[in-house]
């Protein structure tokens, strides 16, 4: 009779071969059809207030003004990645490939301006965005009930400096950091074009 280790083992094996050949299968269809989608900030706006997209490698943060914080940057992520720092290699695998529980991230900048935001993150690209103000409140409104719904779960990390609560979104592959910033960025009034999967972003001028 095979013994429970050896079934163990055997299971194990057939899950990673089975991870291997969808994160293949993923990695396929994400070159074959992800891409960028293209933001376009409103051409005109009432109340203007201006708020900042932070990009690197990995991340993309919206940064607005809350009225008591000051300028404020939230994020999206993947709970268990982020908030937990459950992030070893084979956890990708759980990430992209299914529907995980996302996170919201948020911690407040210290900046004021442009200018000190740059002086903040300096290793970070800052895209500078107009949009209506009364858009931006109702935002930041919502972000922020969302936090208190899950507040009794909030971590705070270390390693990433943010605050994060469990998220209503789930994360992977075909919703991840770029999808939830555009979603937020589609609120404030911008145009944003559709892409099956979002590996970026990228700014046009208002039309």
Avoid: K
Wanted: proline share 5%; hydrophobic share 40%.
């Amino acid at each position: 009779m095979t013994s429970d280790p050896t079934r163990r083992r055997s299971r194990l094996r057939r899950f990673l071969r089975f991870a291997a050949t969808t994160a293949v299968a993923i990695s396929f269809l994400v070159w074959a059809i992800g891409c960028t989608s293209t933001i376009r900030p409103p051409a005109q706006v009432d109340d203007p207030v201006d708020i900042f997209l932070l990009l690197d490698a990995r991340h993309r943060g919206l940064i607005l003004p809350h009225p008591d914080d000051g300028l404020v940057e939230y994020g999206y992520g993947e709970w268990w990645w982020y908030a937990l720092g459950d992030d070893a290699w084979y956890d990708a695998f759980r990430a992209v490939l299914w529907p995980t529980q996302g996170t919201l991230g948020r911690r407040r900048t210290g900046a004021t301006d442009l200018e000190s935001l740059r002086d903040r993150f300096h290793w970070m690209t800052i895209q500078s965005l107009v949009v209506e103000r009364e858009r931006v409140n109702s935002l930041v409104e919502d972000l922020e009930t969302a936090r208190a719904e899950r507040r009794e779960d909030e971590i705070w990390s270390d390693r990433y400096g943010f605050w994060f609560v469990p998220f209503r979104t789930d994360y992977w592959a075909f919703h991840n950091c770029n999808d939830e910033v555009a979603d937020w960025l589609e609120r404030l009034g911008c145009d944003v074009s559709w892409v099956p999967i979002c590996l970026d972003l990228e700014f046009a001028a208002p039309e």
